[in-house]
């Protein structure tokens, strides 16, 4: 088991990063958690997979744990579904010293994450995550929220867990879509902080793809040692955080354009080819590390450019962004592999030049 941690200065906490759940309750009673009442929020896929494992594990940590299921989807993450928390929060008696355990994938850490934030002005929280998105990704840096009137996360709370607890195991069962469109956002950490974990996924593309134990492992502590260094660092995003939206300000319009038929790291990775791409065109990256990123999003199935897509369209799209200030599109792009910055003086043909790059 490796060990990692976040510290934004009002709030330190643990990166439990395990192939097993046999530190869970450990790692609770490390956290002053023991004796709390407990209720588990998860969905309806991950609840008949993990969840009665979870509440037997913690059996020695909390005697009274209840389990807070909703069904699972994006479409649930709306505040109809935060209010039946509330309800199950009350009829279950949960008060501000309870803790609620987020157990399952970015929907549920980020829901639960925000119910946790609300519910009584803030309760403890723990995250669980069960997907590779939210493992490398969501679980790591507090962002909470729901998705309001069509619009993505637009309603939330930057709020820490107490703990993040990753068992990489729980991957056996995620179909492999979700897999990849996970590590579309590990290659991504790689090339905005660290070419030695960029290199790793080079070298080890065949033992990441099989879910190999050591090689995912490896996979989960090297984006979580990125994205908790940056969050670290930068815990509301008024800077260095910008980083991490490497590939998704062109992955964000496509997303949008699809009308979500696309998963969300499909869209990152043709994004950060985009990116590439136009770093490429001021000279800052060799046409062959675009090369070699096509080919490795390749072997990981995962789409290296899009149909039936229209230029102007994405162009537009990419000004409704949530990062775009004052009708500037900033663009994170690289200074050198492994080393990213935001951009802001893209110029209109850049952009489209490098949209068409990845249209077929
Ligand atoms: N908070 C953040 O910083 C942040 C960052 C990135 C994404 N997000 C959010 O994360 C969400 C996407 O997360 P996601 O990709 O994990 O989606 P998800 O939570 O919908 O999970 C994907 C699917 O896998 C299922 N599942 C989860 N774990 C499983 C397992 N171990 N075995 C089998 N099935 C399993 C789920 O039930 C679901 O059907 C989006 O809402 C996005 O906005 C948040
Ligand atoms: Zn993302």
Sequence with gaps: ????????????????????????????????????????????????????????????????????????????KNLDTISDFYKFFVENHLDRRSVLIALGGGVVGDMCGFGAA???????????????????????????????????????????????????????????????????ESVKHGYIQDTEYLKFFMDNKESIKALDSEAISRVVYGSCKVKSYVVSKDEKESGLREILNFGHTFGHAVESLSGFDMLHGECVAVGMLAALYLSMKRGAVDPKDIDEAKALMEYFELPVNIEGFDTDRIYAQMFNDKKTKNGVINITALRKIGDAYTEKGCTEREIKDAIEFIIK
């Design 118 to 184: 609300t519910y009584m002005r803030g309760i403890p929280f723990v995250q669980i995550p069960t997907t590779l998105l939210s493992q490398v990704d969501s679980s790591v840096g507090g962002k909470t929220g729901v998705d309001f009137m069509g619009n993505k996360n637009m309603v939330g709370a930057f709020y820490q867990p107490e703990l993040v607890y990753i068992n990489t195991d729980t991957l056996n069962t995620l179909p492999y879509r979700e897999v990849a469109a996970g590590l579309a």
């Design 1 to 76: 088991m490796k060990i990692l941690g976040v510290d934004t200065g009002a709030k330190q906490y643990p990166i439990y990063i395990d192939n097993s759940f046999s530190s869970l309750a450990d790692a609770f009673e490390k956290a002053g958690l023991k004796g709390r009442k407990m209720c588990i929020v998860t969905d309806s896929n991950v609840a008949p997979l993990y969840a009665e494992s979870v509440k037997d594990l913690l059996a020695d940590v909390c005697a009274d744990i209840s389990l807070c299921v909703f069904t699972a989807g994006e479409n649930s």
